[in-house]
């Protein structure tokens, strides 16, 4: 059974930087796509990056040249670096792999 399990939100100042880690228990992990979506009070679940078996890494517009999408297939991790965070980037953000979800991890961006 695929379980995933986010950690590593927090609140943080904009302008600042978060690293958000999602551990996978997967036996197909280094062949499946990761993907981060995220889900803001009053608002529906976005996705945010994935990365894929062959290392494709795309991004939304929003956090394009901002987030960073890593993977370590050895450890069954996956990873998002976040800088120069935003209050607009305050939401749960969760993790999804082989169809399953991750329980999510608050994001808070505040002064």
């Known amino acids: 059974q695929v379980q995933l399990v986010e950690s590593g939100g927090d609140q943080v100042q904009p302008g600042g930087s978060l690293t958000l880690a999602c551990a996978v228990s997967?036996?197909?992990?280094?062949?499946?796509?990761v993907n981060w979506y995220r889900e803001a009070p009053e608002k529906k679940r976005e996705w945010v990056a994935g990365?894929?078996?062959?290392?494709?890494?795309p991004y939304s517009n929003s956090v394009k040249g901002r987030f960073t999408i890593s993977r370590d297939n050895a450890k069954n991790m996956a990873y998002l670096q976040m800088n120069n965070l935003k209050p607009e980037d305050t939401a749960v953000y969760y993790c999804?792999?082989?169809?399953?979800w991750g329980q999510g991890t608050q994001v808070t961006v505040s002064s």
């Open positions: 999804w792999s082989s169809g399953v």
């Open positions: 997967d036996s197909t992990f280094s062949t499946s796509t």
């Open positions: 990365i894929a078996p062959n290392g494709k890494t």
